[in-house]
Each structure stands twice: as C-alpha cells, then as structure tokens.
C-alpha cells in the first residue's frame, strides 16, 4: 500500500515561488526507491494533465508549459518529492496532484491548490 500526502500549495503573485511537497508512505520501507514519482495538476471540466515525473532512475520529464521554470526531486531517503515552482503563471492555477506508481498500479494524494494572481 502507498499513501501520498501534499503540502504547500497556496496563494501566489504571478513571477512567484512555490515548492510542494508529498510525503510517501509505504507499507515496505524499500518500496519508495522503485517507485516512480510525479506531479499532475487539474483544472475544473478539463483532464488531470502531466506536470513532471521522476523515475525510480532518476530520469525526469516535465511538461513543455513548465520547462525551465519547474523542478521535480526525490529524496528516497526521506521518502518525499518535490516541485520547485518558478516564473508562476496563472495559467499554473490548478488542483496539484501527487503520483506514484508502483506496477500497473497508481496511487494519488489527495491534492493542494495552488492559484496566482495576475
């Protein structure tokens, strides 16, 4: 079993800063380590899209509306993952959604808004 739990979310001007953050918890205590991470976010009426994941390899993609602006990290040995947000835009105004997956299986958190103002 993997439960994911965000924090961080919030309130921005846009040119803003955020960092969220997902704490794993795993039923094993090796499990995180071969997970693979990412980060989505959702609009109201319109489909959970990919932000940025990070493969139990440490291989990562991200999004072409976020590149260069934000950073996905893992720290296995705290079992959490990041999203270092940079240059906020209010098109980044959305439900943020923690991922892992672990087989054929995925599991998710239960979100944080984060909205910027303009």
């Known amino acids: 079993q993997v439960q994911l739990v965000e924090s961080g979310g919030g309130l921005v001007q846009a040119g803003g800063s955020l960092t969220l953050a997902c704490e794993v918890d795993?039923?094993?205590?090796?499990?995180?380590?071969?997970?693979?991470l990412g980060w989505y976010r959702q609009v109201p009426d319109k489909q959970r899209e990919m932000v940025a994941t990070?493969?139990?390899?440490?291989?990562?993609n991200y999004a072409d509306s976020v590149k260069g602006r934000f950073t996905i990290s893992r720290d296995n040995a705290r079992n959490m993952v990041f999203l270092q947000m940079n240059g906020l835009k209010s098109e980044d105004t959305a439900a943020y959604y923690c991922?892992?997956?672990?087989?054929?299986?995925?599991?998710w958190g239960q979100g944080t808004q984060v909205t910027v103002s303009s």
């Open positions: 991922n892992a997956e672990w087989g054929h299986t995925n599991y």
């Open positions: 795993t039923s094993v205590s090796t499990l995180f380590a071969i997970l693979d």
């Open positions: 990070v493969m139990s390899d440490g291989a990562q």
